[in-house]
């Protein structure tokens, strides 16, 4: 039985190839519930698909992401793939489906399911929530690389897929909180969310008025912003990651495909 550790670890990047693995597997790493209420008649997020392109340094990439929806909520997909340069250095892939469910605490992770073959740890997660909404916790059960896992939670935890919509919907209901959790395997932590300010972003795609969210692990000089589009009902058309100062991640809208799922 394993149980995951809320001690964070810091994992240094000494050359090209530890620096891909690394950048590319936390855009990914992240989903799910039990206790579901009633969807509302119209969706609050739109299904889509949609394609960044992904760049680190003179590394390139591409991630992939699809949003369906489901009977108590959404289902999401996301795929990222190295390319070129990045392919050969960093190898691998990483895919991930998040179920999440509508409750009266937002969207709230249900199952979710990894493969990682790029980050160093070569993560593979099978995670299934159970919550109680009335004293906001729950429990996670499920398999971690063959061990099994059952790990109690005393708080709302959103894996990366459901953290990225969760804010998008609090955006969009201007209830957006000032701290999230973040559950990656092993671990949880808890990101200090900032609202950076409007502006207009030009991407492959096109140019859009976007709203920037900013988060930030506590005790970290890395961050994490998300570009959001209120005209393709905030969905990021950037996704930005800083260290320092220092760009080290861009991934930036280049096909967007609504569907009536």
């Given at each position: 039985?394993?149980?995951?550790?809320?001690?964070?670890?810091?994992?240094?990047?000494?050359?090209?190839?530890?620096?891909a693995k690394?950048?590319?597997?936390?855009?990914?790493?992240?989903?799910?519930?039990?206790?579901?209420?009633?969807?509302?008649?119209?969706?609050?997020?739109?299904?889509?698909?949609?394609?960044?392109?992904?760049?680190?340094?003179?590394?390139?990439?591409?991630?992939?992401?699809?949003?369906?929806?489901?009977?108590?909520?959404?289902?999401?997909?996301?795929?990222?793939?190295?390319?070129?340069?990045?392919?050969?250095?960093?190898?691998?892939?990483?895919?991930?489906?998040?179920?999440?469910?509508?409750?009266?605490?937002?969207?709230?992770?249900?199952?979710?399911?990894?493969?990682?073959?790029?980050?160093?740890?070569?993560?593979?997660?099978?995670?299934?929530?159970?919550?109680?909404?009335?004293?906001?916790?729950?429990?996670?059960?499920?398999?971690?690389?063959?061990?099994?896992?059952?790990?109690?939670?005393?708080?709302?935890?959103?894996?990366?897929?459901?953290?990225?919509?969760?804010?998008?919907?609090?955006?969009?209901?201007?209830?957006?909180?000032?701290?999230y959790v973040l559950?990656?395997?092993?671990?949880?932590?808890?990101?200090?969310?900032?609202?950076?300010?409007?502006?207009?972003?030009?991407?492959?795609?096109?140019?859009?008025?976007?709203?920037?969210?900013?988060?930030?692990?506590?005790?970290?000089?890395?961050?994490?912003?998300?570009?959001?589009?209120?005209?393709?009902?905030?969905?990021?058309?950037?996704?930005?990651?800083?260290?320092?100062?220092?760009?080290?991640?861009?991934?930036?809208?280049?096909?967007?495909?609504?569907?009536?799922?």
């Amino acid at each position: 039985m394993r149980h995951f550790s809320h001690v964070s670890r810091n994992v240094e990047v000494v050359n090209d190839s530890m620096r891909a693995k690394a950048l590319f597997a936390p855009v990914l790493l992240t989903g799910l519930i039990g206790l579901a209420e009633p969807s509302p008649a119209e969706p609050l997020l739109t299904p889509h698909a949609a394609e960044y392109k992904v760049r680190i340094s003179i590394l390139s990439g591409r991630l992939s992401t699809r949003l369906a929806g489901t009977d108590d909520g959404y289902e999401a997909m996301y795929l990222v793939q190295p390319k070129g340069l990045a392919a050969v250095i960093a190898g691998g892939k990483i895919e991930a489906t998040s179920n999440f469910v509508d409750t009266s605490r937002g969207f709230l992770p249900d199952r979710h399911v990894t493969a990682d073959s790029i980050s160093r740890d070569k993560i593979q997660a099978a995670l299934d929530f159970d919550w109680d909404l009335e004293t906001a916790s729950g429990v996670v059960t499920g398999e971690l690389n063959g061990e099994d896992v059952e790990q109690p939670l005393d708080n709302i935890v959103h894996d990366f897929v459901t953290l990225q919509y969760e804010i998008a919907r609090d955006l969009k209901n201007d209830t957006i909180k000032d701290e999230y959790v973040l559950f990656e395997p092993d671990e949880l932590k808890p990101l200090s969310i900032e609202t950076v300010g409007s502006d207009r972003i030009e991407v492959p795609y096109g140019e859009f008025e976007v709203i920037g969210v900013r988060h930030q692990r506590k005790g970290s000089s890395r961050t994490t912003t998300f570009w959001f589009a209120p005209e393709l009902d905030y969905l990021p058309v950037v996704i930005e990651r800083h260290r320092k100062g220092k760009t080290l991640f861009r991934a930036v809208l280049d096909t967007y495909t609504a569907s009536s799922e």
